[in-house]
């Protein structure tokens, strides 16, 4: 049974930073890309960053720069460093992972980003 679990969201103000965890259970971790996906009310699903199993990485636009996704094979968890934060990356934070035609989520962590 594929378990994905986030921790780290919270209130935090413009300019600050956060760092997001995934802890992973029931995959081989190492074998798999882990993706951090964000979305706010009414809007669809937004693909934010990309971690593949040999460490290399893909960003979207908006957070190129300020966020830096990275993992540990050991810990099965796939983190989120994110920087720099802007009241615009507030929404809810989900790990993400797809095997086998299947997607997995975890049950999102809460960003607000505001003074």
């Known amino acids: 049974q594929v378990q994905l679990v986030e921790s780290g969201g919270g209130l935090v103000q413009p300019g600050g930073s956060l760092r997001l965890s995934c802890a992973a259970s029931?995959?081989?971790?190492?074998?798999?890309?882990m993706n951090w996906y964000r979305q706010t009310p009414g809007k669809e699903r937004e693909l934010v960053a990309t971690?593949?199993?040999?460490?290399?990485?893909n960003y979207a636009d908006s957070v190129k720069g300020r966020f830096t996704i990275s993992r540990d094979n050991a810990k099965n968890t796939v983190y989120l460093q994110m920087n720099s934060l802007k009241p615009e990356d507030t929404a809810v934070y989900y790990c993400?992972?797809?095997?086998?035609?299947?997607?997995?989520w975890g049950q999102g962590t809460q960003v607000t980003v505001s003074s």
């Open positions: 993400n992972c797809n095997i086998g035609g299947y997607r997995f």
């Open positions: 029931g995959i081989i971790f190492r074998f798999n890309a």
């Open positions: 971690i593949y199993s040999q460490g290399s990485t």
